[in-house]
């Protein structure tokens, strides 16, 4: 007997977009770099990470914009919805926004990076892990 292999499908608020992601997250955190608020017009952006090829867009297509060097941030052209971010750093994953999934309630996140950037007014008492600047880059904050 085979194990069967979780779908997290997904899709923009227009529903132009759709995706199915496949198997176990690599991770889920929460971003509060200038970068990820700026493109989101949130204090913060929540995303799931997963291997590319585990990543399946079954309608529409993306429109991408290169945010900064070796970075791109990918969104629905006909309502705006932010989607994925790639980048050359992390080419071994692609970032979806989780409140894409159809239930983002499936994926919790286990971590805040960036956490260095964070606004001063918000205030998170979850207990999460926290990083300075992202989980591959040094011990978490104490």
Not at 12 to 17: E, H, T, V
Not at 85 to 114: G, Q
């Amino acid at each position: 007997m085979t194990k069967t292999e979780t779908n997290y499908p997904g899709g923009c608020l227009c529903g132009a977009i759709r995706f199915v992601a496949t198997g176990e997250p690599l991770w889920a955190a929460h971003c509060h770099c200038q970068s990820c608020r700026r493109s989101t017009g949130a204090p913060f952006a929540t995303f799931v990470g997963f291997p590319p090829d585990r990543i399946t867009f079954t309608a529409g297509t993306l429109t991408a914009y290169a945010s900064s060097p070796g970075v791109v941030r990918s969104f629905c052209g006909d309502c705006g919805t932010p989607m994925a971010f790639e980048a050359d750093r992390f080419a071994d994953e692609t970032h979806l926004y989780l409140c894409t999934l159809d239930d983002p309630s499936a994926v919790s996140p286990t971590m805040h990076v960036h956490a260095g950037e964070q606004l001063a007014w918000l205030h998170l008492n979850d207990g999460l892990t926290r990083f300075r600047t992202s989980s591959r880059d040094g011990p978490p904050l104490p």
